[in-house]
């Protein structure tokens, strides 16, 4: 099992930066990829940045150059540094660990609670 637990949110202004953290414990070896994920109301939950287990990382299209996912080597900790915030970008996001089982490639997806990011002026 992995544990996930997200804090930072708020309410910033547009052009502001928020940073997003997220606290992972359990069985955090087995863990494949990492992420962040955003709903906003009334849309389905989208991905918004991914980092493997072999640190390749992946970004949604509208947050390149902006937004950017880091964690520390021990994996107890998954950030998300978000710069230049957009009224846009105003969602509950949403902490995301991965599990693939090699044998028979049976998938686990463990979700944190979210944390509520609104960017308004």
């Known amino acids: 099992q992995v544990q996930l637990v997200e804090s930072g949110g708020g309410l910033v202004q547009p052009g502001g930066s928020l940073r997003l953290s997220c606290a992972v414990s359990?069985?955090?070896?087995?863990?494949?990829?990492m992420g962040w994920y955003r709903q906003a109301p009334g849309k389905q939950r989208e991905l918004v940045a991914t980092?493997?287990?072999?640190?390749?990382?992946n970004y949604h299209d509208s947050v390149k150059g902006r937004f950017t996912i880091s964690r520390e080597n021990a994996k107890t900790m998954l950030y998300l540094q978000m710069n230049s915030l957009k009224p846009e970008d105003t969602a509950v996001y949403y902490c995301h660990a991965e599990r693939v089982v090699p044998a028979n490639r049976a998938r686990f997806d463990y979700w944190g609670r979210g944390t509520q990011v609104t960017v308004s002026s």
């Open positions: 980092v493997t287990r072999g640190d390749s990382i």
């Open positions: 359990g069985n955090i070896f087995s863990i494949d990829v």
